[in-house]
């Protein structure tokens, strides 16, 4: 069957500090992968996607980073972090129906 | 670029009563779909919707695809606490296209 991980699932982390949000996909082969930015209560901000192992299109300007070393591996980084990458952060691929995701990363900087 | 409009923005209800929601588009999908998100969890689909005017039942929740291919409408109907969440929509062109989602609607069922 055909599962979506993501690690960690909460994550607090200095200003300053680099970060490394991991997204991999089980049971499917050459999937679009995406990764989305929630703030609390609000609406999905995409920030990354990709169509391929280092395809990445980055849909906003920020401090965030996206590589797909391989095909079934999402991962998003982060050299130095502020205060505003602080939110929720949410790995999907494109699945049969839409887009299916994962259980999301709870990140506070400090 | 497509925006889907999204409304209401949140509702506070009582438990028992029954919920409506909506999607509006400035251009057509072929596909509308709706996301429910647990707090603290990732969206899972509820229902999706392949066809103008079709209407589409899972459980206590019914969608509809607009006729225009504009707009589609969910239903909630008895609330209950555990209808708590974020409920978004989202519209998609062609199967494996990417989604454009709404801003979402945050429901809150008081018991």
């Known amino acids: 069957s055909q599962t979506i991980h993501q690690w960690p699932a909460t994550l607090v982390q200095p200003v300053g500090s680099p970060l490394s949000l991991e997204c991999t996909v089980e049971g499917t082969s050459n999937p679009n992968l995406y990764w989305y930015r929630q703030a609390a209560g609000r609406g999905l901000q995409l920030l990354f996607y990709s169509v391929g192992i280092g395809q990445i299109s980055s849909e906003v300007p920020q401090n965030l980073s996206a590589s797909r070393p391989q095909d079934r591996q999402f991962i998003l980084s982060s050299k130095k972090l502020l205060l505003s990458d602080s939110g929720f952060y949410l790995c999907?691929?494109?699945?049969?129906?839409?887009?299916?995701f994962g259980s999301g990363t709870r990140l506070t900087v400090v | 670029g497509q925006q889907l409009n999204q409304s209401p923005q949140s509702m506070f209800i009582q438990e028992g009563e029954d919920v409506s929601m909506n999607c509006t588009s400035s251009s057509i999908f072929n596909t509308w779909l709706w996301y429910k998100q647990d707090p603290g969890e990732g969206p899972v689909l509820l229902i999706a919707l392949y066809k103008a005017g079709e209407l589409t039942s899972n459980g206590r929740l019914t969608a509809q695809f607009g006729i225009t291919r504009k707009d589609s409408f969910l239903n909630i109907s008895a609330s209950i606490p555990s209808d708590v969440g974020i409920y978004f929509c989202a519209g998609q062109l062609t199967s494996g296209s990417r989604l454009t989602f709404g801003e979402g609607t945050q429901l809150t069922v008081n018991p």
């Open positions: 999907a691929w494109s699945s049969l129906v839409g887009y299916t």
